[in-house]
């Protein structure tokens, strides 16, 4: 790994210059309120040979952990951990940020936004008291409601909501790391969410995030338990189902060790997760259904605390929170395994990387 330049040393903000929305990426933090050192939400420009360029703080915001964009017009929308907000921001020059609208509130420990393909609307999952919610927007993408959906309950144990995934037939579900739940809901207009159906997975194993495969099943990682659990839905009734558990790494889990992102090749043939602790990225091969996944390898992240990871264009990118750091990463277009690393941008405790287009 590189060695960490000193603050005179560091990269300087780049000046303004026509940059691609399609080269941008948006970066989550977390800030002093949620024990971190970044200032707000960033911005990275991705160069054709992978390697990021740190252009500066887009705009101020608390613990601005995790981002979603809109699906078509130049908005971010930001969850303030800490602080329990949600917030809309325009796009304003290069690479700026401006806030559109008031801070709306959240719940505790708001930790994920989703945004709908059609621009409808987001939802936003709170780790802090599980709650989930649902936020509606106008045409040009200002939030004008919020929604609480039904609360999950199970006695003695609370509620653990982390993330939301828009699903392809339009319907949204969501992870309860504390009731080992998948939720799979229906959108109602000017209601909110309308709970369709749960899946229940093994006690314990902690489903934390989530991503569909072009083949219809869903692989949700666990924070726990290390594993992948693949959840595909009837053809008749649209009603999903656990169907497979795998290890989402090759050499199994270690102490300490906590899964965190998982993400897809564009092919679908290969999946990325996430270990911190022992700081690893799981390779997984997947089969053409999106049924059956193997472990092929462990690569080292490269960094401290893996948070998050982004596959892209033939790159993985992966935001060490601890380390302070984004390590870029070829990926071999055959085997899907890393190869070294191709570069390393330095930026203050990073929770995400959200592509500024989809």
């Not at 889990?253 to 899964?259: I, T």
């Not at 380390?323 to 890393?338: C, I, M, R, W």
């Not at 190869?339 to 500024?356: D, F, M, Q």
């Amino acid at each position: 790994m590189a060695p960490k330049r000193t603050a005179s040393e560091a990269p300087l903000p780049v000046p303004a210059s026509a940059i691609p929305s399609n080269e941008l990426i948006w970066t989550g933090c977390y800030t002093a309120n949620g024990g971190g050192r970044g200032a707000g939400i960033g911005a990275l420009n991705a160069g054709a040979d992978g390697t990021l360029r740190w252009l500066g703080v887009a705009a101020a915001a608390d613990s601005p952990s995790f981002l979603a964009v809109h699906p078509s017009l130049d908005v971010v929308y930001a969850v303030g951990e800490a602080a329990r907000t949600l917030r809309a921001y325009r796009r304003s020059g290069d690479f700026g940020l401006e806030p559109a609208g008031p801070d709306w509130p959240a719940g505790d420990a708001a930790c994920h936004v989703a945004v709908d393909p059609q621009g409808r609307f987001l939802v936003v999952a709170c780790w802090g008291d599980g709650q989930i919610l649902l936020y509606e927007l106008d045409h040009d993408g200002g939030i004008t409601a919020r929604f609480a959906a039904a609360a999950s309950i199970v006695p003695g144990r609370p509620s653990r909501a982390h993330a939301s995934l828009m699903l392809d037939d339009g319907r949204v579900m969501t992870t309860d790391l504390g009731h080992d739940l998948v939720r799979v809901w229906d959108y109602a207009p000017s209601q909110g969410l309308r709970l369709d159906h749960e899946v229940t997975l093994p006690r314990d194993c902690g489903p934390r995030h989530l991503v569909q495969h072009p083949g219809g099943s869903v692989l949700v990682v666990t924070e726990y338990s290390i594993e992948v659990a693949v959840v595909q839905p009837s053809r008749e009734s649209g009603t999903f189902t656990l169907t497979g558990i795998f290890p989402a790494t090759s050499g199994g889990a270690r102490p300490g060790d906590s899964a965190a992102e998982i993400a897809l090749a564009a092919d679908g043939r290969h999946a990325y997760v996430g270990v911190r602790g022992s700081n690893r990225i799981g390779v997984l091969e997947v089969d053409r259904g999106g049924g059956v996944l193997r472990p092929l390898a462990d690569v080292p992240s490269g960094g401290d605390w893996p948070r998050h990871h982004l596959v892209r264009n033939g790159w993985l990118h992966v935001a060490h929170e601890r380390s302070g750091d984004v390590v870029t990463y070829a990926l071999d277009p055959a085997s899907g395994l890393p190869g070294a690393a191709v570069g390393r941008a330095e930026l203050a405790s990073p929770t995400a990387l959200i592509p500024a287009r989809p």
